[in-house]
């Protein structure tokens, strides 16, 4: 099976832009779950997605939004970019979700605000 | 409130000799899985392995193994005979079961070790 796979890999934009991340899961995986990764703040939870539907979201501004499709894939949108948003975003993929799942990641995103 | 302490923020050691990455936890719930990631310089996020808090039995695979003991909320990660190819970030992380009929779920991760294998 393939892995997970997020695009695009690299990403540099400027402050007050927006930008948008994709993932596509593990053939078969139902949940998708974001994280960001600094080095300030670590790993940090940003929403998991399920069937479509927003279960569980972490403590980030409403200028993080994600969406979910019917083929499981998943968006991740930023809006009016700062500079702290700076950050590699990491997918993961799960068979159906909850805190029972294995999550499989994918290479990441990185994205860099200038 | 759940919470995962890596407290080796770096660790150097020498190929060939073993190395333990500790990993300490919190969590209220009875029921949680313990989960190990490797992320090497590329960036992704390897799973490792993962343990049910029901399941205290100790693993080996291979060059690897893992040490849960719930008496001091620890599971611990070994490596036997490091090599230079083991050199990562290391992630222990914490999920809980969630709630019956719901599918909230995430991972808590500790801070990382940052293990370097010299040749």
């Known amino acids: 099976k393939a892995g997970v796979t997020q695009t695009p890999r690299y990403l540099i934009k400027t402050r007050g832009q927006q930008v948008t991340l994709s993932c596509s899961p593990i053939?078969?995986?139902?949940?998708v779950s974001w994280y960001q990764q600094t080095p300030g703040q670590g790993l940090q939870f940003l929403f998991e997605?399920?069937?479509?539907?927003?279960?569980n979201k972490g403590n980030f501004p409403g200028r993080f939004s994600g969406r979910q499709f019917s083929n499981s894939r998943s968006e991740m949108n930023v809006s009016t970019l700062e500079l702290g948003d700076s950050a590699l975003y990491l997918c993961a993929s799960s068979s159906s979700g909850g805190g029972t799942d294995t999550q499989y990641f994918g290479p990441g995103t990185r994205l860099t605000v200038l | 409130a759940q919470k995962v302490t890596q407290a080796q923020t770096e660790i150097s050691v020498v190929e060939k000799e073993d190395v333990t990455l500790d990993c300490v936890y919190e969590t209220r719930d009875t029921t949680y899985y313990l989960f190990w990631y490797k992320q090497p310089p590329s960036g992704e996020l390897v799973f490792l392995i993962r343990?049910?808090?029901?399941?205290?039995q100790n693993e080996i695979s291979g060059r690897y193994s893992w040490n849960f003991q719930k008496s001091t909320s620890s599971f611990n990660f070994t490596i036997t005979a490091s090599q230079v190819v083991d050199s990562a970030v290391y992630f222990c992380?914490?999920?809980?079961?969630?709630?019956?009929?719901?599918?909230?779920?995430?991972?808590?991760f500790g801070r990382g070790t940052q293990l370097t294998v010299w040749p």
């Open positions: 992380a914490l999920s809980e079961a969630p709630p019956r009929g719901s599918t909230l779920g995430r991972l808590y």
């Open positions: 343990r049910n808090s029901f399941d205290e």
């Open positions: 053939s078969g995986h139902r949940s």
């Open positions: 997605y399920f069937s479509e539907t927003q279960r």
